[in-house]
């Protein structure tokens, strides 16, 4: 269906869970197959008009200005060969439609901490989810890909060796992608959830799961939030008012392997158990409004300067290392791989993050995750995602694809021309 600016159905339709610099597009889709999404780009070929994809909206960096919005969150199929253990995702679903439909099966995707999140944008930009120690980023398990590249063709993305790698880990900048295969797990369980520690009374906490992270074995995943919860009503009880280290957990083996963080004291709340996969987003718990925020993020290799970080902003490190580190059977862009933590710092409302934050992590420094990049960056900044080698395949391939810029993803990949030696 396709919609121009009348009133409150036009903002039903542009609107996501990011709010701080939405889309004003000239033209909506609103899609529910793969023939309109392919209709859509076509459309916009034809009236030389910029595409934006749009599903649920967690990852805007800016909005367009005119141009073509498809929003996709209407097409949300999931499909599941539980014999192959694979699902195919049409392009609006998110996490929650994806384990609802793998759920009965006793098999689970390599799903990120939020539910809501839309899965093939996730994806694409590699995903690092609950289980990627063990089994790898979400990138890395995708077997077919059907993408309307940005002349309006549809194709089936994996015939092209060059596009099926550039499309895992490129992000959105080489087509709208209609749906994707993935892989799934034998994983109806799990143990999780989060240890809630008051930083005020246990002040050596971060520390504490640093430390432990040197120790655990691959089918341990888990990060840290620095919450300074507020105190004001909806905030629990035990959280209100105090700065809290939420221990965030998923183990896919021995339970005890836990007993090292308990033994930090007696936190303020405590989650943790056996937790069916499809109530999985209650681990990191985080809330599911739509809002205005912004993120920067990077990519460490030490966690040696935690004492520099600020206490009034909401900070979040996540263990990598494991399967993440190991190229998958056939490989993509994701950048990288010997990374051993990813620092986020979040800024809730309408101001950037001061980048004078990161300032005593540049040592440690090796790059940045772009899903966890809430902001408009600069080429170079885009650039530091990738092994130079990568990010000049994918500027070539760019511009191969989309040579007239048609695309306009959350981060774009900058013209050739630009950042080509000279």
Not at 221 to 239: K, N, Y
Not at 370 to 387: D, G, H, M, Q, V
């Amino acid at each position: 269906m396709m919609l121009t600016n009348k009133a409150q159905r036009y903002d039903d339709a542009r609107l996501g869970y990011q709010r701080l610099d939405p889309h004003r597009p000239e033209v909506i889709f609103e899609v529910t197959s793969a023939a309109e999404i392919e209709e859509a780009v076509r459309y916009a070929v034809d009236h030389d008009h910029r595409i934006a994809v749009q599903g649920s909206g967690h990852g805007l960096t800016q909005g367009i200005d005119g141009g073509v919005l498809i929003a996709t969150r209407r097409f949300n199929g999931v499909r599941v060969d539980a014999t192959a253990k694979t699902a195919w995702v049409d392009a609006g679903a998110t996490w929650q439609d994806v384990m609802t439909a793998t759920a009965p099966y006793g098999l689970a995707p390599l799903s990120g901490s939020f539910p809501g999140v839309g899965a093939v944008a996730y994806t694409l930009g590699g995903g690092l989810g609950l289980m990627a120690r063990k089994y790898g980023y979400a990138a890395d398990h995708v077997r077919r890909i059907e993408v309307v590249t940005p002349d309006g063709v549809r194709r089936n993305a994996e015939d092209d060796p060059d596009l099926f790698w550039a499309l895992r880990g490129g992000g959105g900048n080489f087509g709208v992608v209609t749906g994707l295969e993935i892989d799934l797990f034998d994983v109806p369980t799990l143990y999780g959830g989060s240890l809630y520690f008051d930083l005020a009374e246990y002040p050596h906490a971060v520390e504490t799961w640093s430390e432990w992270t040197q120790t655990v074995p691959d089918e341990v995943t888990s990060a840290v939030a620095l919450i300074p919860f507020p105190d004001v009503e909806g905030v629990p009880a035990q959280l209100r008012g105090k700065r809290i280290a939420q221990l965030q957990l998923v183990v896919l083996g021995d339970p005890d392997l836990v007993e090292p963080l308990r033994a930090i004291g007696t936190p303020a709340l405590d989650t943790v158990g056996d937790l069916p996969y499809l109530e999985s987003g209650k681990i990191f718990a985080e809330p599911d409004r739509s809002d205005h925020y912004r993120s920067h993020s990077a990519l460490l290799t030490d966690l040696d300067a935690l004492a520099t970080l600020p206490k009034e902003l909401i900070i979040g490190i996540r263990h990598l290392g494991g399967a993440l580190s190991r190229q998958p059977e056939i490989a993509n862009a994701v950048g990288h791989r010997n990374a051993a933590y990813g620092l986020t710092v979040l800024a809730p409302g309408s101001k950037d993050v001061d980048r004078r934050i990161f300032e005593p992590w540049q040592a440690a420094t090796i790059g940045r995750l772009l899903n966890f990049s809430f902001e408009k960056l600069t080429s170079a900044e885009i650039a530091e995602a990738y092994e130079p080698a990568t990010f000049a395949r994918l500027l070539e391939l760019r511009d191969r694809y989309d040579a007239a810029r048609r695309l306009a993803p959350n981060h774009e990949l900058p013209s050739h021309e630009l950042t080509a030696p000279r």
